[in-house]
């Protein structure tokens, strides 16, 4: 069940017409002046293409609303129904059923006395009005891209909240990824069907990269008569679903296209972390542990471990501050190298020499660039259009038993890859609850008319976010912020950067608002709307990097 729904706990925005999803305007102007909607005529399913432009709204003390599309955006004139939680005996005890309609959440909340007030997303939660009848919804559910702890369990919640939050009890799991719209066969979803499956890792569904054919699966979703569509899948789904919901869009067809981000990386921008991350963390720690009783067994043990991680870092960074037994970390965010002065080979011969063993943690993307051009795969994508990666740790580990056949120093190097372990179990205790909160803020969202948005934690606080959001960077670890410095001091190894260096990209930077992922909650605003520039400028300003843990400083 969703926590209790406050108004006085989010930013509230100044109450415009605009922020009314009903409303006749959808974006004013810095000086508040409204800027009509494209409305459409009409037809049946079909009406003339829309204006895809980003809904923004502007208030005063340079509030900014970055909203999610709507129904009535593009299709005039529907009706709207007493949201059926109001009568939901689960919900009697909660003191306001519903989000009030202005309701917004802040991606900065940590400011300066004259900062603007900066962007906002819409909050999730279940509104007053819905655009669907129980009866009339036909939902379906398809998860795209690797696996990930969680992925079984969001599954089940919206299936769940579906059936017991607001009657709807036709829905579909679309098999094999986006291929399956047009090319597998569908499972019917009952809460009987998917009562256990959150104890299972993988999906039941299945999954697969690529086989995104936007006019088949849209010509599916129609022929099918589907109205709500929960995709959950990782920034390349979501670049999908994005094209999806334009295709829809585009047809005038009242259909919602809802995003649940996945990835096991942690590597989406704008939300606070990813669901299955702390599994994975969690899950890591047995690799560590492994590799640490392997070294410290014999003379001169060193327990490498590799861990996903294609671009960022976050698995590899947690699972080392967690351990404290790791010796070294390794990330793709932090270069590095292998021989010379403060290289990693005279790091491992220092450490092995003061302490007898080490453990070495490296993400799978980190020092691809070391890779000689023979076997580097640079030009090599996979279905989702990720970048083919080879081995580095094997290629490491065997540069580092030659480095020290050379030196003469006997060396016991043990190996171990759980990178595929670790994403295959089901998700620990506090990713159930988190997938939970996503499936039904994706609800809640898709029964109120709401359309084209990924769901997420901002801040602590769940809100629907544009897809060209989630899609247009990714999420990566700071090096020179508070988190990857207190992972130095707990692993005592050299930053492999030069002084100058760390310098110069301190003056280059902008300082960081930090959630638990290390995201950067301002960078894509000032880069993306050069509207916005004036909203932005106090990112700029000489402030120490911030860490929020679920919402609270530390």
């Excluded at 679309?174 to 069907?193: H, S, W």
């Excluded at 392997?294 to 080392?320: C, D, H, P, Q």
């Excluded at 016991?412 to 890859?417: A, G, S, T």
């Excluded at 934690?457 to 544009?466: D, L």
Aim: glycine share 8%; aromatic share 8%; net charge neutral.
């Amino acid at each position: 069940m969703d926590a209790p729904i406050s108004s006085s706990s989010s930013l509230s925005a100044p109450r415009f017409r605009c922020f009314d999803p009903t409303n006749s305007y959808t974006t004013t102007t810095p000086n508040h002046t409204p800027i009509p909607r494209h409305r459409n005529n009409y037809k049946g399913t079909l009406a003339i293409s829309v204006n895809s432009d980003p809904k923004i709204a502007y208030g005063e003390a340079g509030y900014v609303l970055e909203d999610v599309p709507h129904f009535t955006d593009y299709i005039p004139d529907l009706p709207t129904y007493p949201n059926p939680l109001q009568d939901n005996p689960a919900y009697s005890v909660v003191k306001q059923y519903f989000v009030n309609v202005d309701d917004t959440v802040a991606q900065r909340i940590v400011v300066a006395k004259d900062s603007p007030r900066g962007t906002h997303f819409r909050r999730a939660g279940p509104r007053q009005k819905v655009y669907f009848e129980s009866e009339d919804v036909h939902a379906c559910i398809v998860t795209c891209g690797g696996l990930c702890p969680g992925l079984n369990t969001v599954i089940r919640e919206i299936v769940c909240g579906l059936y017991h939050m607001y009657g709807v009890h036709k829905v579909l799991g679309i098999e094999g990824g986006y291929r399956g719209f047009y090319a597998r066969n569908t499972i019917p979803l009952t809460p009987k069907v998917v009562n256990d499956i959150h104890k299972r890792g993988g999906t039941i569904l299945g999954s697969s990269r690529g086989g995104h054919d936007t006019s088949k699966i849209v010509d599916s979703i129609q022929d099918r008569g589907i109205n709500q569509v929960y995709i959950i899948g990782g920034d390349g789904t979501q670049k999908g679903a994005s094209v999806i919901f334009e295709e829809i869009r585009r047809r005038g067809l009242k259909v919602v296209v809802a995003g649940i981000p996945k990835t096991i990386d942690n590597d989406i921008p704008v939300i606070d972390k990813s669901f299955g991350f702390d599994t994975a963390v969690e899950e890591a720690q047995r690799a560590i542990n492994a590799a640490h009783v392997e070294s410290e067994s014999i003379e001169n043990g060193i327990g490498f471990v590799k861990l996903m991680g294609r671009y960022s870092g976050f698995i590899a960074m947690y699972a080392t501050l967690a351990s404290r037994d790791v010796d070294c970390c390794l990330i793709p965010e932090s270069p590095f190298y292998l021989e010379g002065p403060g290289g990693l080979f005279e790091f491992i011969e220092k450490r092995l020499k003061e302490h007898g063993h080490m453990v070495i943690v490296m993400a799978e993307g980190a020092g691809q660039e070391l890779l000689s051009e023979c076997i580097r795969a640079n030009d090599q994508q996979d279905a989702s259009g990720n970048k083919l990666l080879k081995d580095v740790g094997l290629w490491i580990s065997q540069r580092i038993k030659d480095h020290f056949k050379k030196r003469k120093m006997a060396i016991n190097l043990k190996y171990i890859d759980p990178t595929y372990m670790i994403r295959a179990v089901p998700s620990n205790a506090s990713d159930n609850v988190y997938c939970t909160l996503l499936a039904h803020s994706a609800i809640h969202g898709a029964m109120a008319g709401y359309t084209g948005f990924t769901v997420g934690p901002v801040n602590g606080r769940h809100a629907y976010i544009p897809f060209r959001r989630v899609i247009e960077t990714q999420n990566k670890v700071v090096i020179t912020d508070r988190m990857w410095a207190r992972l130095l001091c707990s692993t005592n190894q050299p930053s492999f950067l030069d002084h100058k260096d760390v310098i110069g990209d301190k003056n280059e930077e902008v300082p960081q608002i930090q959630s638990i992922n290390g995201e950067n909650h301002l960078e894509a605003t000032a880069t993306k709307h050069s509207d916005l520039k004036d909203v932005t400028e106090d990112t700029r300003e000489e402030e120490p990097p911030i860490l929020l843990v679920n919402g609270n400083s530390i």
